[in-house]
């Protein structure tokens, strides 16, 4: 059976400590069977990666790989070395009917956005900024997937309140929205995001851009399918963080309102409280 190792079996570094997958591996993984095909994919990725003001040659470099032929010939077949941001392309654009291209989705889709949120937490220092800036991704995120839920068919308030306790029971183990209000000391007018480390936060923020994608990629449609996938990716992002021995999230200490924090960083930036 087939799971995320199977992408991180084959993942390489180069010389300089770069992470790169092989087209010809990947090909294989994919349960491709024809190389010609697979570079048909491969030709639809580097259109999407160009439209995305990203230049191809970056993500996707050919690259020399000889094969034996009689009489101690050699032919190069060639290579193509991918990025993970290629990889995540790949897969956006593959045969969708195959199984193990959702699990490509799923993984890659992860890596990106981990390496986005890398990226960007490296310019950060403090642990308010690391939590002003997820409560913001929080933010945007949650819109998208109100929109995506929508579109499965969460119309009313209430069928989006039972969706999100959904996802919080997939990742809380059980604990809905109310449970986590409990066990953290909040009270009911109290907003959860907003009194969680980065830590849980990243977490939630995972779970929300993952179920959005979800649902827009496999076009699930239908209150109770949303709700239920809402539910495993709470479930996986949950075993995702037992896997790498990480705290769970409904162990995670409660933070103090963010509110405090943004109104302290608005009266910092005033000019009126600054001194003449």
Known sequence: MKDKSTFENIRKKNEIGQEYWSAR??????????????????KKAKKACKNSDQNPDDHFPRVEKLIDLPKGAKRDIGDIFLTRYACYLIVQNADPSKEVIALGQTYFAVQTRKQEIQEDFEKLR????????????????????????KSAGVIK???????????????YNGLGAKGIHTKKGLLKSQNILDHMGSTELAA???????TEEKLKREKIKGKQKANQTHFEVGQKVRQTIKELGGTMPEDLPTEESIKKIENEKKKTLNPKNKKK
């Open 157 to 171: 308030p209430w069928e989006y309140a039972v969706f999100q306790n959904h996802g919080y029971m997939g990742l």
């Open 204 to 210: 939630n923020l995972f779970r929300a851009t993952q």
């Open 126 to 149: 403090s642990e308010d900024d690391k939590r002003l800036f997820l409560r913001k991704e929080m933010v945007d995120h949650n819109k998208k997937l109100a929109d995506a839920a």
């Open 25 to 42: 591996e990947l090909y294989s993984s994919l349960e491709y069977i024809k190389w010609d095909k697979f570079l048909n994919v491969i």
